[in-house]
């Protein structure tokens, strides 16, 4: 197994050369590794190795993972990548930065309600479901109209848009798509390209990816 130092190293040097491709400055791309389903171990590893910049889809094993660093680490990030149940927002507009994951009208009242009451200025993203899949949470193109308003009105604080494209189509027709609805409603951030297809994302403007395994590894087997 790599070092994680050398998979940083790796995964930096595609970053870099994608942006020098695309005419971007390297600083225009944050790194969120994806340390989801990854042992402690490997996670101190990335620590140690000066990485602060984490997503996790589930909010109970993000809690497992980061709610003790917390105060050992004060310039962790954290974002949340995965679907939102309302009944979990408390925790997680009090464990993570930015909640990615927005994508119906219920979640962002609970959102804004909690953030007031915690008194924390959470930044979050729009998941938009650029393929129109069936199974896969985010806000259909034509509803992201309207769920911005509502954010708008009830003071949730939208700074972005992240999708997931379908397994078997080809993803930067997404990045695409997601970077049109970014700039034609202002908004500076685009989460999309994953481990396989992040060299892909940077060029269609890509400002973070989020990267699991070629930064941590294969995801352990669980064992149980
Ligand atoms: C797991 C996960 C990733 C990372 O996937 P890799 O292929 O391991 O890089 C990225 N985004 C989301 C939403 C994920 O759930």
Known sequence: ?????????????????????????TNSVQLVAVSKKQP???????????????GENRIQEATEHWENLRAQYNDLCLHLIGPLQTNK???????????????RPKLVKHLATEAKKQNKAISCYIQVNTGE?????GVRPKDLPSLLKLCHSEGLNITG??????????APLHFAFLKKLAAQYNLPNL????S????????LGATHIRVGTAFFGERPVEIK
Request: contains cysteine.
């Open 89 to 103: 927002v408390k925790e997680a507009v009090s464990l993570f930065d930015v909640i990615e994951t927005v994508d």
């Open 40 to 54: 402690m171990t490997r996670i101190l590893e990335a620590l140690e190795a000066g990485h602060r910049l984490y």
């Open 161 to 170: 848009l992240m999708c997931i494209p379908p397994k078997n189509d080809l």
């Open 191 to 194: 989460s999309m390209g994953m």
């Open 1 to 25: 197994m790599n070092t994680i130092s050398d998979n940083i190293l790796m995964v930096k040097k595609t970053i870099k050369e994608s942006c020098e491709k695309s005419k971007r400055n």
């Open 196 to 203: 396989n297809d992040f060299d892909k994302a940077i060029p």
């Open 133 to 137: 899949e069936e199974q896969k949470s």
